[in-house]
């Protein structure tokens, strides 16, 4: 049995949670460079099931949290990224991406509008290093200008994510905060079991759920109190888990279903293209992507159900007669479905919803059909 | 994990059962115990040849493929394709129903560079120390 997977460890970084995750039996693997786990006890499978019917607590410090400050901040970062950021009410967020000259995606980020002169985002851990430098340049040549922005990296902090219908309930035991009034993509500064907070109604698993940026030497207590109060029902999850719940909601895994040479709009984030913003432009490649509004992208990202061994990225896709029309980004077993899915670009016009395709696993090709997205219905907590 | 005695053992976690002229191939409780639950098992067609340290099927998990290497050489004469309705076989009973392969060897004399079960137990044991 020889595993294609997981890479040696090395020097990596360790998160504030490192010891409680080794305590609580994780399995720790490398990843952009840190040490995090992949599982804990419970299986994946047992770990994606549970964050659906009860809930998830995830270590995701890993990613970069990072705030941008000074009166021109909402106009300097309207010009890196494809958001209405101006038109975002305070306390206020939304999905967005970076783009490059040509269009290309550069990361996707949470972006939260604090106050008009404070944005808080939080970028992938991948993406850290060439997503601060892309930032600094623009911000020195914006500055130099004469605009007025500042940045502070936020790595005094550690990132937790509460995932699942459990997660309000349980977080309001630790908070005098009425969370009911806090909706999806909502954020606000708050006191969390004695910690001042940064709290962001969003998550990446498709649930209801909140991530939560807490003062690293407050980030083992708070997450003890979280397993606490769910009197074990909330259950530490790692990346394996997180993974297949991102790929049951649909959403991209940057560097897999999203890269520098695919647009917003070929990834189907068109939605995320403030209105203003298709007008205006005014974004690094946006002749590009406006000119994809226009016309149409030539490929795009899709779901597929199939049949066989589950797709993985870079499985070919091909038409009935054997044509190569597209490839798989990500794939994996659902463990709510109890069947294989599958993300992955094909040739516009062959994009339909029902389409029949081939999906090539070790040079078989196995039946497959493309789907709508998510694969699992979003749970997000919305006004009525 | 289990390791049960009167089986020869790959250092990549395959099991062999040599009875007569036929030697039955699965993976191991360790292994599967590694790799969580399986959701799909791809087997070779009756009647190929396997290699020894070749790889003659995979196993995929939720998140992961491993491919399954044939701990000796020969000829298949069955395949278990019961895997292929029920994968999840390889995890409830990894010596006796999660069997993956029935070969006739054709060098028996490799079965002899192939550990023992206390030799396994510990090279177990000292892989999932060095994780």
């Given at each position: ?20 995750h ?6 720790m ?17 047992d770990s ?19 705030s941008?400050?000074?009166?021109d ?20 967020g939304?999905l ?13 980020s ?15 851990a ?8 892309h ?16 940045w502070?990296?936020?790595d ?6 509460l995932?699942?219908?459990?997660a ?14 806090l ?13 001042t907070?940064f ?18 030497e ?7 109190a979280?397993l ?9 999850t ?19 279903d999203m ?8 990834a189907?984030?068109?939605w995320a293209?403030?209105k203003?913003?298709?007008a ?23 779901g597929?159900?199939s ?10 896709v ?42 090539l696993?070790?040079g078989k ?8 997205m ?11 | 994990?289990?390791?049960l ?32 639950e399986?959701?799909?098992?791809e ?13 003659f099927?995979?196993?995929e ?6 491919e399954?290497?044939?701990?000796i ?14 994968p ?6 990894p010596?006796?129903?999660g ?5 006739k060897?054709s ?19 000292e892989?999932d120390?060095a994780h």
């Open positions: 049995v020889s595993r294609r997977y997981f890479a040696s460890e090395a020097d990596l970084k360790k998160t504030a949670l490192y010891d409680f080794v305590a609580h039996g994780g399995k693997v490398p990843f952009a460079g840190w040490s995090m786990p992949i599982q804990y006890k419970d299986s994946i499978m994606t099931v549970n964050c659906r019917e009860n809930g998830s607590l995830f270590d995701v410090a890993h990613m970069c949290g990072l941008l400050k000074g009166k901040c909402v106009p300097f970062l309207e010009t890196l990224v494809v958001a209405d950021v101006a038109g975002l009410a305070p306390g206020t939304s967005t991406v970076f783009t490059n000259e040509k269009g290309g995606a550069i990361d996707d949470v972006i939260t509008k604090v106050t008009d002169e404070h944005i808080y985002l939080v970028v992938n991948g993406c850290r290093d060439k997503d601060l430098a930032i600094e340049e623009h911000m020195k040549a914006f500055k130099s200008k004469g605009g007025d922005v500042s502070h990296i936020h005094e902090r550690s990132l937790l994510a995932q699942g219908p459990l309000a309930p349980v977080l309001q035991h630790l908070t005098k905060e009425d969370l009911s009034k909706y999806f993509g909502n954020f606000q500064i708050l006191d969390i079991n004695g910690s907070c709290l962001t109604r969003t998550g990446y698993t498709g649930e209801d759920g909140f991530e939560i940026s807490v003062p690293d407050h980030a083992v207590d708070l997450a003890k979280i606490e109060k769910s009197e074990g029902k909330v259950r530490l790692g990346l394996g888990a997180r993974d297949s719940l991102r790929l049951e909601a649909g959403l991209c895994l940057y560097g897999n890269e520098q040479h695919i647009s917003p709009v070929e189907g984030l068109t293209i403030g203003r913003r298709r205006e432009g005014g974004f690094l490649g946006a002749d590009v992507i406006l000119q994809q509004l226009k016309d149409g992208p030539t490929i795009r990202r899709v597929f159900f049949s066989g061994p589950p797709a993985r990225s870079h499985s070919e091909h038409d009935e007669s054997g044509n190569k029309i597209g490839e798989i980004t990500s794939g994996g077993f659902s463990p709510n479905l109890k069947k294989n899915i599958a993300m992955g670009y094909v040739k516009s016009g062959q994009h339909k919803t029902g389409t029949k395709v081939k999906i696993v070790r090709p196995y039946e497959g059909s493309i789907t709508k998510p694969f699992v219905a979003t749970k997000y907590y919305k006004p009525t | 994990s289990t390791v005695e009167g089986l020869k053992y790959a250092n990549s976690h395959e099991w062999v059962k040599h009875e007569g002229s036929v030697a039955t191939i699965g993976i191991t409780a360790h292994a599967q115990d590694h790799l969580g399986v959701v799909f098992v087997l070779p067609e009756d009647n190929t040849s396997v290699s020894k340290e070749k790889s099927g995979a196993v998990s939720v998140k992961a493929t491993s399954i290497l044939s701990p050489s020969g000829e298949i004469i069955e395949v278990n394709k019961k895997l292929t309705e029920s999840g076989l390889i995890n409830s009973s010596y006796e129903d069997w993956m392969i029935k070969v060897p060098s028996p004399a490799e079965l002899e560079s192939l550990m023992g079960p206390k030799e396994y137990t510990k090279f177990c044991e892989e120390a």
